[in-house]
């Protein structure tokens, strides 16, 4: 079984950058396509950013499209998501995933294993 950990949070100033890294055990994380999720609280979780096994396709939810970017390592069985220019709103847990499928997808429920998160808190 796949476990995932999250790693990398923190608490940033609006304008400033993190990265996040996620790094696989119990599998190997290149026979996955990998997404990036986020909640808030209050919030349902969201959508971040997708990445295919190849590293080769990806895609972002249009509010951090720009500013964030997701990459991967099979070699190291690790994902990252560079985020910069970071905004309060972008304020969250992020969660990483395996995803079903090799081509983009959005929902939650196309994805099997999670990460258990990590906070980042951003100050204005």
């Known amino acids: 079984q796949v476990q995932l950990v999250e790693s990398g949070g923190g608490l940033v100033q609006a304008g400033g950058s993190l990265r996040l890294s996620c790094a696989g055990s119990?599998?190997?994380?290149?026979?996955?396509?990998m997404g990036w999720f986020r909640q808030a609280p209050g919030n349902e979780r969201e959508f971040v950013g997708f990445?295919?096994?190849?590293?080769?396709?990806?895609d972002y939810a249009d509010s951090v499209k720009g500013r964030f970017t997701i990459s991967r390592n099979n070699v190291e069985n690790t994902v990252y998501l560079q985020m910069n220019s970071l905004k309060p709103e972008d304020t969250a847990v992020y969660y990483c995933?395996?995803?079903?499928?090799?081509?983009?997808?959005?929902?939650?429920?196309?994805?099997?294993?999670w990460g258990q998160g990590t906070q980042v808190t951003v100050s204005s």
């Open positions: 119990g599998g190997t994380l290149s026979t996955y396509a």
């Open positions: 990445i295919s096994r190849s590293g080769g396709t990806t």
């Open positions: 995933a395996t995803s079903f499928y090799n081509l983009v997808v959005r929902k939650t429920t196309s994805y099997g294993y």
